[in-house]
């Protein structure tokens, strides 16, 4: 540990955020400690988050494929059998490689690890209970706060991680349940639905919304929702959960419509509930040196990350904005860039968002209906992968790309992209939008043959003018 030693930067949290602000901030030449109480580093979206569940939804997908799909590409077996201690075990090696791997990072760059839980005794000094039972006091001159965001529930639900699951027990079930009930039709949920889904069980979401993920372009969402029930999986949009009962050897969920009307029961052996995510700052002792939060909890920062305490910073999920891993450290990169004098940039509005479930849906800069609602005159370029070379040679043809272009200048605005790789699809578009790129200046780009790409570009053409494969 630090000891008295005076740090230029403290950064207490080790997630995506922290970690990354903690290597920026040595690598600009800060005297830095980096504090994480779990004991490993990575945060949510490495340990219970984006890594493990990417691992699963790979492994799922690989079964599906082999039991659904081998066969029409004449790859024949006489038997798929699904080893879940062994899909669990990848995903786990996955997960403690890269953790450790972000722990070398830190030593190369000269960062000082302390393993514990830190809570500010004043603006400069931390308290750490260590990992070993101990304790010690890091003093710094900054303090960026990076402590994330944890598992939400629902009133009257409470979470067991056996038979009612967060995202987190969702990881690590240890049988495939029959019939599994996801509450919420975010992002995780439906990763997580999709992952057991090919698995076999039976999987319905319940959401109160009208729509699944509220971020989403409406016109990509329908055939994505489409393309979702034909895998099997069962929305019951606009409709509350009551009370879940889970004494018996199933959990029952009492259920009724969004609007009110009649209650109904729903049966499952697992339910997962993924409503959400609230910032995490238990312990920390904020209230202690004043800092401001908002009444969903989170911590208020400006515009260069700073709260209303001199010194101490936040970025990531404990701030507002939108609760993802690249996007906290955008935001670590930024913050500490300020601190060295230097003009950081985090742009909010190109924030891509994906969902890795297959297709994968991926989209950079604002919704048709965000357009509609600025009452800017747009157009609209579309191009179905059903259209694209690739997609057919691999019989994988199943989305669109859709850009949606300032008509006066040609300007992008927006795109949303479903295909099964959408998610590396997409960049192509930060990058333009990020540019300030027309759909011709796609649309002009010479992209190579074949490939999913070339979709993007026939979007593009379509936009501004005509495309040639459709
Ligand atoms: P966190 O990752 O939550 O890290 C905060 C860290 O601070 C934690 O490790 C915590 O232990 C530590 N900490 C908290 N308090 C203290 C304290 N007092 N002292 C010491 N340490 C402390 N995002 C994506 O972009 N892509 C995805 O595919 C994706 N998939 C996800 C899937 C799931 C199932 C979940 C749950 C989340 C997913 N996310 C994804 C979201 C992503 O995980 C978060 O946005 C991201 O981890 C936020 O980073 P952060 O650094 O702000 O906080």
Redesign the pocket.
């Given at each position: 540990a630090s000891g008295s030693d005076e740090n230029d930067v403290i950064v207490?949290?080790?997630?995506?955020?922290?970690y990354v602000a903690a290597i920026k901030a040595a690598q600009l030449g800060f005297k830095t400690t980096c504090?994480?109480?779990?004991g490993s580093l990575g945060?949510?979206?490495l340990?219970?988050?984006?890594i493990p569940?990417?691992a699963l939804l790979h492994s799922s997908h690989m079964y599906h494929e082999a039991k659904h799909s081998f066969g029409s590409h004449g790859v024949k077996f006489s038997n798929v059998e699904i080893d879940l201690p062994a899909m669990m075990a990848q995903k786990d090696k996955a997960v403690s490689g890269l953790t450790k791997g972000i722990e070398g990072l830190l030593k190369k760059n000269k960062v000082t690890y302390v393993k514990?839980?830190?809570?500010f005794l004043s603006p400069s000094e931390i308290s750490v209970d260590t990992i070993e039972g101990g304790n010690t006091i890091v003093k710094g001159k900054n303090i960026i706060v990076?402590?994330?965001?944890d598992v939400k529930s629902l009133p009257g639900i409470t979470i067991d991680e056996k038979k009612i699951v967060s995202?987190t027990g969702a990881?690590a079930l240890s049988e495939i349940p029959k019939r599994l009930v996801v509450v919420g039709a975010g992002y995780?949920g439906l990763?997580?639905g999709s992952v057991w889904c090919r698995l076999g069980s039976e999987v319905t979401v319940v959401e109160f919304a009208s729509d699944i993920v509220p971020t989403m372009d409406s016109e990509v969402r329908k055939q994505f929702q489409r393309s979702l029930e034909k895998q099997k999986m069962k929305f019951k949009l606009k409709t509350k959960v009551v009370s879940v009962d889970s004494s018996g050897d199933s959990v029952k969920l009492t259920l009724e419509p969004a609007e009110g009307g009649e209650q109904f029961v729903l049966e499952a052996d697992v339910v997962l509930v993924s409503a959400g995510?609230i910032p995490?700052t238990e312990?920390?002792q904020l209230e202690k040196i004043g800092v401001e939060t908002d009444k969903g909890g989170r911590i208020l920062v400006n515009e260069r990350f700073a709260t209303n305490v001199p010194g101490v910073y936040a970025?990531?999920?404990?701030i507002p904005g939108p609760?993802?891993?690249?996007?906290?450290e955008e935001d670590g990169v930024a913050c500490v860039e300020y601190l060295a004098g230097k003009e950081g940039h985090v742009d909010y509005d190109l924030v891509p968002g994906?969902v890795?479930t297959h297709p994968e849906v991926a989209y950079v800069g604002k919704t048709e209906e965000q357009v509609k609602a600025l009452g800017v005159s747009y157009r609209v370029g579309k191009f179905p992968f059903l259209a694209n070379s690739r997609a057919k040679a691999i019989d994988d043809a199943e989305g669109i790309v859709k850009i949606i272009a300032e008509k006066e200048s040609d300007k992008i605005l927006g795109v949303h992209i479903m295909a099964p790789n959408a998610g590396e699809l997409i960049h192509e578009a930060a990058i333009a939008l990020s540019y300030g790129a027309s759909s011709e200046d796609i649309a002009r780009t010479c992209h190579a043959h074949p490939t999913m790409s070339e979709a993007v570009k026939e979007a593009a053409m379509a936009t501004y003018d005509k495309p040639i494969h459709i």
């Open positions: 207490i949290g080790g997630g995506p955020g922290g504090i994480e109480k779990r945060g949510t979206c340990n219970v988050g984006c569940s990417k514990g839980w830190g809570k990076a402590t994330g965001s995202s990881l995780i990763e997580m995510r995490f312990g920390l970025i990531g999920d404990v609760m993802l891993a690249h996007k906290a994906v890795y």
